[in-house]
Nanobody, 126 residues
Framework: QVQLGESGGGLVQAGGSLRLSCAAS????????MGWFRQAPGKEREFVAA????????VYADSVKGRFTISRDNVKNTVYLQMDSLKPEDTAVYYC???????????????????WGQGTQVTVSS
């Protein structure tokens, strides 16, 4: 069992930055690939980024590539999402999730993730 808790959301102006954190409980954090998803009002939840167990590989949605950076610290049991050059269309609730499947090909599908955090709101004003 893994429990996840996001933090770091808030209100920021367009062009600004935020860093989201997701802290995981338990001793098995390093056995999970980690992903970030987001859900805007009235829209489906969508994939943002994912990182492999040992941070050797990352994947990003095209909409955030070059602006967002995912990283993890397996000693602190935490995954991060650094968000730069934020746009109003980045406004959403951001969720972190854990999957035991360490394959890039599956990370974009939320069905592959076993554990989810409660989400943190990010609002970008224009």
């Amino acid at each position: 069992q893994v429990q996840l808790g996001e933090s770091g959301g808030g209100l920021v102006q367009a062009g600004g930055s935020l860093r989201l954190s997701c802290a995981a409980s338990g001793r098995t954090f390093s056995t999970y690939a980690m992903g970030w998803f987001r859900q805007a009002p009235g829209k489906e939840r969508e994939f943002v980024a994912a990182i492999s167990r040992r941070a050797l590989s990352t994947v990003y949605a095209d909409s955030v590539k070059g602006r967002f950076t995912i990283s993890r610290d397996n000693v602190k049991n935490t995954v991060y999402l650094q968000m730069d050059s934020l746009k109003p269309e980045d406004t959403a609730v951001y969720y972190c999730a854990a999957t035991p499947q360490n394959y890039q090909a599956v990370w974009g599908s939320e069905k592959r993730y076993d554990y989810w955090g409660q989400g943190t709101q990010v609002t970008v004003s224009s």
